[in-house]
């Protein structure tokens, strides 16, 4: 379900869901984080993965068609091609994945077929270092935009991670920042924050300077709780991954609120796949209430999306491909929605 309440006139279609649920490697996702679309409009899943199975952390890759193409990353460890809490992920104009990773403070560099090539994994809070890198964003000229999560900044850095800039500090006024999450760029190169725990996104010029903030607590039509991701269109249109509230809100380019979408999934051809060889488990679906009417003291975000299907549940990121569709994965539902832009 979407509602509009804006001048500025946008409508989003839906256009199919991929995923399904699974305890090992191969078609599937365990929690996905984050999506990249490759220059070849292939599609890159990083699967964050609870505590239970950290040995299916990985980068599945697959198509619009659904077609499972493979994946690259070996699990929880130290290894260049491992991790421990991958968050977010970004190409560049060559075609070269960033990956970050909260706990090892490290952002890991591939090339399109899942190769390593490099890595920025100094821990600290001076130029350079991470404590907790979450978010990660590149503009047309291949610059890095980093939120350095727990030193409450941004760092700008080149693509072979030398130093720009940074800015930011921990507070609740204009450029501060507490628990910093997701982080985008629009063509004129500025910069879109999502402020986790203060409930809002900030916006600067590329060098960091402020320019604006919109969004409040709270679960009513442009108020956010727990922002923690963030797009851009060509338009200037601002996407929200508005996690605590389960939904997606787009921003007009003046911050002024145009739309929320809740979710309308349906099964993915890989869900179909499966049900139709577990027929047990296909026929207590069709009995099932999928979209039931909740008892007013489930009446949470929470609760109503973990008992909606259709619904988003867990929303984390936001991000777009070539042909201006958007990508939002669900965390809960290991699974994405996809939009188009109408």
Known sequence: MSTQASPKQLTLEYVKTIGLATNQTGRGFVNPYDVAVGQDGRIFVLNHCDSARK???????????EDYLGEFGSGAGTGDDQFSSPVAMVFDSKDRLYITDELHHRVTIFDSSGNF?????T???GSGEFNG???????????????????????????DGKFIAEWGEFGSGPGQFNLPWGIAVDKEANVYVADWRND?????????????????????????NRPSGVGVDDEGFVYVADWGNERLQVFAPDGSFVLVERGQATNSKWAEDYLSVNLEEKETREISNLVPDLPPHLNTPQHISAQTEPYFWGP?????????????????RHRM???QRK
Do not use: C, M
């Open 55 to 65: 040995n299916l952390i990985r980068v599945g890759i697959v198509n619009l068609d």
């Open 123 to 125: 821990k600290g809070s």
């Open 200 to 224: 809002r996104i900030q916006k600067f010029t590329t060098d960091g300077a402020y320019l604006a903030s919109f969004g409040e607590s709270g679960d009513g039509d442009g108020q956010l």
């Open 133 to 159: 890198p979450a978010g990660i964003a590149i503009d047309s000229n291949d610059n890095v935009y980093i939120v350095d999560q727990h030193n409450s900044r941004v760092q700008k850095l080149t693509s």
């Open 316 to 332: 984390v990121s936001v991000r777009f491909d070539r042909d201006g569709r958007l990508y939002i994965p669900e965390s809960n």
């Open 337 to 339: 929605q996809i939009y």
């Open 117 to 121: 090539l490099d890595k920025w994994d």
